[in-house]
């Protein structure tokens, strides 16, 4: 089938899709649950985004991206951040990066679910940690996403997100 400019035909779908070249660069956040209910597996998932995702991304965007990483650990204590964000997004940074997600343990969670749901607000709208009132607690942002790269937000959970109230509400 035919398509118009800029856009390429996909089989899978039997439509037209507009083309996404990345020409100007990636922006990318992990967002990792590192409650206690991760500890058997935290440690393979951190090797899986530095040892390949990560090259793979330098590989495809050279210097022309930026890495951001948020830690949920759900510190239901006031004044405690419900999450943590350990690098925010700046251009070629995987050295810095790599050293963070090396910093992380998956430890504490005091519920089922985790406040992962505000992790992404909280990335979307490039706003500080919270503590379990809302209250924003100072310290990193995540950067804002810049207007013509391409954009995605990678959380890895094994929970249902819980918001402030700690309790997820379908």
Same mark, same amino acid.
């Given at each position: 089938s *035919?398509?118009?400019?800029?856009?390429?035909?996909?089989?899978l779908t039997?439509?037209?899709?507009?083309?996404?070249?990345?020409? =100007?660069? !990636?922006?990318? $956040?992990?967002? !990792?649950?590192?409650? #206690?209910?991760h500890q058997? *597996?935290?440690?393979?998932?951190?090797?899986?985004?530095?040892?390949?995702? $990560?090259?793979?991304?330098? *590989?495809?965007?050279g210097?022309n991206? @930026?890495?951001?990483? %948020? *830690?949920?650990?759900? @510190?239901? $204590?006031?004044?405690? /951040?419900?999450?943590?964000?350990? =690098?925010?997004m700046?251009? /070629?940074?995987?050295?810095?990066f790599?050293?963070?997600?090396?910093?992380? %343990? /998956? =430890?504490?969670?005091?519920? %089922?679910?985790?406040?992962?749901?505000? #992790?992404?607000? #909280? %990335?979307l709208?490039?706003?500080?940690a919270?503590?379990?009132?809302?209250? !924003?607690?100072?310290?990193?942002?995540?950067?804002?996403?810049? #207007?013509?790269?391409?954009? /995605?937000?990678?959380? $890895?959970?094994?929970?249902?997100?819980?918001?402030?109230?700690?309790?997820?509400?379908?």
């Amino acid at each position: 089938s *035919s398509c118009p400019t800029g856009f390429t035909y996909n089989t899978l779908t039997n439509m037209c899709e507009q083309t996404n070249t990345c020409e =100007e660069g !990636l922006d990318i $956040v992990f967002i !990792l649950d590192a409650t #206690a209910s991760h500890q058997d *597996s935290i440690d393979n998932i951190k090797a899986a985004i530095a040892t390949t995702i $990560v090259p793979a991304i330098i *590989s495809n965007f050279g210097a022309n991206y @930026r890495l951001g990483l %948020v *830690s949920v650990k759900d @510190r239901r $204590v006031d004044g405690q /951040a419900l999450f943590d964000i350990l =690098e925010p997004m700046t251009l /070629a940074n995987q050295t810095s990066f790599t050293t963070q997600i090396n910093t992380i %343990v /998956a =430890e504490g969670g005091t519920g %089922v679910e985790e406040p992962t749901d505000l #992790a992404i607000q #909280a %990335v979307l709208n490039n706003t500080q940690a919270i503590d379990r009132d809302g209250d !924003l607690l100072g310290g990193n942002t995540i950067g804002a996403f810049r #207007a013509g790269a391409s954009k /995605a937000i990678i959380l $890895v959970t094994d929970n249902l997100p819980s918001g402030l109230n700690d309790d997820y509400d379908d």
